[in-house]
């Protein structure tokens, strides 16, 4: 079944083009519809989903299709609708015009008196291109009667007409820079809640209260006494907070008694990535009651309690490759480490979300399965902390946990958000930087029982020093703009001059620009380049492969070539072998290649093939071998002399 029929372009309907073209500068008619070239030519990219986006690109714009159509300038619908009515018949997909709430100039009429309307240029094809059509514009004669003023309404809505018309030939119009800005604003606004609420667990932010009314708003409140209640007002508002003594107690209760709990897995980096490590630490917020948290939070932050578990299947597995694991190097001050099965990790995980929490109790029974019988406490209300700690979620539930089971869990609290939070920096940052900005010392990171504390120790740093920064606030953003403008200026400073240098040394005065530059085959050795060769800096690892397998060709040959002249000196010829009635000598140093390629996967009995890339290099070792099918082939030794 066909596709239905193109809807008409919204408004009147299209005019058809006339019979012959008009002279150059000849207005249109009033009421005829144009669409921008720069629009058009980004009309399957802009308002066109994937992938029918790239099918209608390759058919219809790619490689100068578009420009082969030939276009009049200035632009008659028709020839828009024209292209759309090709799309349709030739793909079957159903294409509309772009609603005009969402690009208001890419479908432009002129029908106001008293304003500009477009005049002919000519048509734009492959043989012509824009700069020329636009050099054949004649010069502008004023005329006195088609004039108008800045301030007449006919020239603000031609004015805005432009205006849309220059938006839709951008890639990204104005409604959606709006969209991602206000994508942008919400995502902050999520990370600095998430901060107030977590300061609000710790007792440094007291909670809003909504409901007590404004004292501004009261004419019965007397004026001696109207300063004291808007006091009290922005305190309840949580607006005006008294600077943080850090040296006192909490001012304000632990919203929640709140138990942190933070979990840091840590897997093997290569698939199927097994998890080789688990570390839990927890905060109880009971152990702050009365306890002044210290400069920077380090009192508090000798309450964390740490486990961490290695397991028993993956011990033997070290990370090295993308970072250096230590799973051997717990903290001593943290705990010592406990090895688990992968069996028993769900129920161990488990145990340590229950009373007495990461805390083992001589008083909790444990069966064989590692299941606790139930506590007497009652449960405590608990907030899940990590360092994308979706990241840790996820590993927890591939071996059977799902932390968001639990009932009482009240959010789960990222640190790299709240440190975007406070520093108001839009990328994240890792553990080890964190630390750094907070002047806390983290030893062996990368271990899960180290890192579980230490974020820990981050989220207790972080709160402290937003919340002592809020009391300046104004100052502190100002003082954080200025430096950052100045950071960009004199980035972009260096950048520049450095730039300027660079070109200074690369291009001298004087000189003919040298021989001829050559391409160089992939495998011709790093360390033999051709005569003014241009090298890769970087080879891919198939061509790093292959240069290895030509060095170790070039050695064979080379041990070959000493063993010949030797047994030449003898008058012996040990090893060498006819191959058939030809009489073809196979040399040793061939023999010896050909089974290095085959420990490299080639079977017995079969053929060996290089990529067309090195067929000029083995031509060259192999004193002129010939191309077979596009590459050199060589038979595979049976491994015989």
Known sequence: MSPPPLEDPPGESVSGIESSLPYIGQIAPRGTKFCPLAAVSKWPYKFIQQPDSEIISQRFFAAGRFRARGWTLYYIVDEVQNLFDEIREQLGLIVRWPLKEKAPGFLLKFSEADTPRPQYLGRLDLHHSLDEMEAKIPPQKKNRDATFRAEDRSFAAFKRKMEDAIEATKHRNKNQRDKKKKQRIGTKQIWCAQMKRTQCYLGIRPRADPSMPDPVQDPDIPVRELEREIKRYNLAQCRDLPDLDVSEAAPFPFQSNVVFICVDVEAYEKPPRPITEIGISTLDTNDLVDLAPGERGTNWMKKIRSRHFRISETGHLHNKEHVQGCADRFEPDFGVSEWISIKEAPQVIASCFRPPLSRPSENTSVDSHGDESESEEPKRQLVLVGHDVQNDVEYLRKIGYDVANLSNLIEAVDTADLYRAWKHEQNPSNLGA???????????????????????????????????????????????????????????????????????????????????????????????????????????????????????????????????????????????????????????????????AQEDGAQDGGEWEFDQGITDRLAFLNGGGAAVGGGVKLPVSDGGA
Do not use: C
């Open 434 to 596: 964190i630390l750094l900005a907070l002047e806390l010392i983290g030893w062996n990171l990368h271990n899960a029982g180290n890192d579980a504390a230490y974020t820990l120790q981050a989220l207790i740093g972080i709160t402290i020093s937003a919340r002592l920064a809020s009391s300046n606030n104004n100052s502190l953003l100002h003082t954080e703009f200025t430096h950052r403008a100045k950071q960009v200026e004199r980035e972009a400073h260096d950048r520049v001059q450095e730039e300027a240098a660079e070109w200074a040394v690369a291009d001298q005065e004087g000189g003919d620009g040298g021989p001829p530059q050559p391409l160089v085959p992939i495998g011709w050795p790093s360390n033999k380049p051709a005569r003014g060769a241009l090298t890769k800096e970087s080879p891919s690892p198939k061509e790093r492969k292959v240069e290895k397998r030509v060095s170790i060709m070039e050695a064979a040959r080379e041990r070959a070539e000493k063993a010949r002249e030797e047994e030449k000196k003898r008058g012996v010829k040990k090893g060498w072998k006819t191959d058939g009635e030809e009489g073809i000598v196979s040399e040793p140093w061939v023999e010896e290649k050909v089974e290095v």
